[in-house]
Nanobody, 127 residues
């Protein structure tokens, strides 16, 4: 299983970015996906999660209303749309996957519960 994260970059406060996580070698419909981030000197934290059952999503409080997670199983891709970005959103963002089966409503939050990780994409929010 390979996950390829992309879409990071430098953006001004208030700007937007869309991160992509492309899965290779798997049927993404069977996998829960999480987006995590790690800022310098801090632990990796979960940002948003999506289950394999439609509509089962989760966001941490600090990104609610600003970030949107979505998936297209036909394209084997998950996105994280990030709007109204703040300097405190600056971090390396990672997508991760764990197999839970199709149409399963579990939200998987733990870093240690994910089996596969992308390489990370850097998001810098600065003026």
């Amino acid at each position: 299983v390979q996950l390829q994260a992309s879409g990071g970059g430098l953006v001004q406060p208030g700007g937007s970015l869309r991160l992509s996580c492309a899965a290779l070698g798997v049927t993404l419909a069977d996998y829960a996906i999480g987006w995590f981030r790690q800022a310098p000197g801090k632990e990796r934290e979960g940002v948003s999660y999506i289950s394999t059952k439609e509509g089962k999503l989760y966001y941490i409080d600090s990104v609610k209303g600003r970030f949107t997670i979505s998936r297209d199983n036909a394209k084997n891709t998950v996105w994280l749309q990030m709007n109204s970005l703040k300097p405190e959103d600056t971090a390396v963002y990672y997508c991760a996957a764990v197999r839970i089966g199709p149409n399963t409503g579990w939200i998987i939050k733990g870093v240690d519960e994910y089996d596969y990780w992308g390489q990370g994409t850097l998001v810098t929010v600065s003026s």
